[in-house]
C-alpha cells in the first residue's frame, strides 16, 4: 500500500464565489488548492480585498525568506486567528519586537542543549512505550501524548502526569479542534482596534490555557530567585537577558513565548511523528529496517548516529506531511515576480505541501522513499521549519525527539496499516488526518 496522494482538488477558483473559495480554504486548505499548483513555478490570486502569490520558485523562496526578509514580514492574515491564545509571541511579532525575543530565545537551542535535553526526551519515549495499546489504535492521539510529554519534561521538569500538564494537553486538544486555520476577518482591512470574531469555545480554551502557563511560570519565576530552579529551557529562556538591552522577559512576555513553544513543539513534532508511524505501517520492509537499526539503541546520546535511516524517515514524513503547509508573509513595497508587478501589502504564500511534493523538483515526489536523503536533494525545494532568520529555532530539538521517539515505539511495536482506514490529510493548526490515524499495534 502506498500513502494516499494530497487530498483531490475543488475546481479552479474562477468557478466558485469568492466567498465559497474562501469558505473551502478555511475548512482544509489543502483541497481548496488547484493541481496546477504542483507544477508551478509561481500562481497569482485576486481579490477584492487582497492579491496574494503562491512562490515555487527557489529563488523567490530564497529572496523572500533568506535574502530580504525584512521586506517580508510575517502577514497577520493566518496569525490572526491565533492571537487569543499566543499573544505577543516569536510566532506572530516581526521588526525590532522579534529580533529581541529571538536573541533570549535562540541561547536557550544552541549546541550543546540538545545534549542537556537527551535524558528527558528519552523518559518521554520510554514512557510513550509504556502508554502504547494494542489492538486498533489512533495513533495521532498517542503522538500527540507523547510531544505534550517531551514538551512539559524539557521545558518545566515535569511529566505529563503532573496534573497541570494535563489540564493544559486536554485543553490545547479543545484548543486545536476549535481553532480554524484562518480567521476570515483578518482579510478585511480593518482599523486595528476593531474587535476580531472568535469562536467562544476557542477564546474559552486559550485563557484556560494561558492562565495554567501563567501559574507554572510565576511559579518558575519564583524558583529561579529563591536558588531553587532545575536547570530546564524554562530557566534558560528566564534567566537569559537580551545581550542588547540587559532586559529579560517579563512573566506575561514568558506565558506568551510558552504558549507558542507549546503550539510548535507539541503540534508540529505529534502530526510528524504520526504520520511516520503510518508511512512506516503501509512500507512494512522500511519498517523492519528501523526496527534492526533500533536495536543498537541505548540511552546515551552518542548512539543516536547509528540512528540514519530513521532519522531519514522522519525527514521523508517532513516532506510528505509537512505539520505548517505554508508560510504567509506581506510585501513592504511594490516588488516584481517571475515579471509580474508585485503591490505594497500583497500576500506572499510560501507552501512547504507544495515545494515538498513540487514535480519539477522532487523524482517521484508523492512517493515514500527515505532512502533519498543518502543523495543529492533539490536545493530550496524543502523547508518543514521554514529557513532564513526565522527558521525555527528548535528544529535540531524536533529532529532529535521525532527521531528517538520512533526508534522507541518501532522496536517495541510493529505497525500495520488498515485498508478500510486510509487517513485523509487536511489542515488544522497543522497537517492532521481528518478521522485521526488508525493502525494495528502489536507488540513485537
Not at 504542483?38 to 480585498?49: G, L
Not at 523572500?64 to 493566518?78: A, G, H, I, M, T
Not at 543523495?375 to 518543514?384: I, M
Request: glycine share 6%; with cysteine.
Amino acid at each position: 500500500m502506498t500513502p494516499p496522494l494530497p487530498p483531490k482538488p475543488v475546481p479552479r477558483a474562477d468557478r466558485v464565489s469568492l466567498w465559497g473559495h474562501l469558505r473551502a480554504f478555511r475548512r482544509d486548505i489543502l483541497s481548496a488548492q488547484p493541481v496546477r499548483l504542483y507544477r508551478a513555478w509561481m500562481a497569482e490570486f485576486r481579490t477584492p480585498f487582497f492579491e496574494s502569490y503562491l512562490c515555487n520558485d527557489p529563488a523567490l523562496v530564497r529572496r523572500v525568506l533568506d535574502e530580504r526578509p525584512q521586506d517580508f514580514p510575517k502577514s497577520n492574515r493566518v496569525t490572526e486567528g491565533l492571537r487569543p491564545l499566543l499573544g505577543r509571541s516569536v510566532f506572530v511579532t516581526n521588526g525590532e519586537e522579534w529580533l529581541r525575543q529571538r536573541r533570549i530565545i535562540d541561547p536557550a537551542f544552541e549546541g550543546g542543549r540538545l545534549r542537556e535535553a537527551f535524558p528527558a526526551i528519552w523518559a518521554a519515549s520510554e514512557a510513550a512505550v509504556a502508554r502504547m495499546g494494542e489492538g486498533e489504535v489512533e495513533v495521532e492521539l498517542a503522538a500527540s501524548h507523547a510531544a505534550a510529554d517531551v514538551i512539559f519534561r524539557t521545558l518545566f521538569s515535569i511529566p505529563i502526569e503532573d496534573r497541570v500538564a494535563q489540564a493544559v494537553f486536554h485543553e490545547f486538544r479543545a484548543y486545536q479542534r476549535s481553532a480554524p486555520i484562518l480567521n476570515l476577518g483578518a482579510f478585511l482591512r480593518l482599523p486595528h482596534w476593531v474587535p476580531r470574531l472568535h469562536r467562544g469555545a476557542t477564546r474559552r480554551s486559550a485563557r484556560e490555557i494561558r492562565g495554567l502557563i501563567a501559574g507554572l511560570t510565576a511559579e518558575r519565576a519564583a524558583a529561579i530567585a529563591a536558588g531553587t530552579a532545575p536547570a530546564d529551557l524554562a530557566t534558560k529562556i528566564m534567566t537569559t537577558p537580551d545581550p542588547v538591552t540587559g532586559a529579560r522577559f517579563e512573566t506575561d512576555e514568558m506565558v506568551d513565548q510558552v504558549a507558542i513553544f507549546f503550539l510548535a513543539g507539541h503540534e508540529t513534532s505529534a502530526s510528524a511523528l504520526a504520520w511516520s508511524l503510518y508511512l512506516l505501517a503501509t512500507h512494512p520492509e522500511v519498517q523492519e529496517r528501523v526496527t534492526a537499526e533500533a536495536e543498537s539503541l541505548r540511552p546515551e546520546f552518542g548512539t543516536l548516529g547509528a540512528l540514519r535511516l530513521t532519522r531519514d524517515v522522519f525527514r521523508e514524513a517532513l516532506r510528505l506531511y509537512p505539520p505548517v503547509p505554508m508560510l504567509v508573509r506581506e510585501t513592504l513595497r511594490p516588488d516584481e515576480f517571475r515579471g509580474r508587478r508585485v503591490r505594497r501589502g500583497a500576500q506572499v504564500v510560501i507552501s512547504p505541501w507544495h515545494l515538498h511534493r513540487h514535480e519539477r523538483l522532487w523524482e517521484r515526489p508523492d512517493a515514500f522513499d527515505p532512502d533519498r536523503w543518502a543523495g543529492e536533494v533539490p536545493q530550496g525545494g524543502y523547508l518543514p521549519f521554514s529557513r532564513g532568520p526565522r527558521v525555527c529555532p528548535g528544529a535540531g530539538f524536533a529532529m532529535l525527539e521525532g527521531t528517538l521517539m520512533l526508534a522507541h515505539l518501532v522496536r517495541a511495536f510493529r505497525f500495520e496499516a488498515l485498508p478500510d482506514r486510509v487517513p485523509v490529510p487536511v489542515a488544522h493548526l497543522t497537517v492532521r488526518a481528518r478521522d485521526g490515524i488508525w493502525l494495528r499495534v502489536s507488540r513485537r
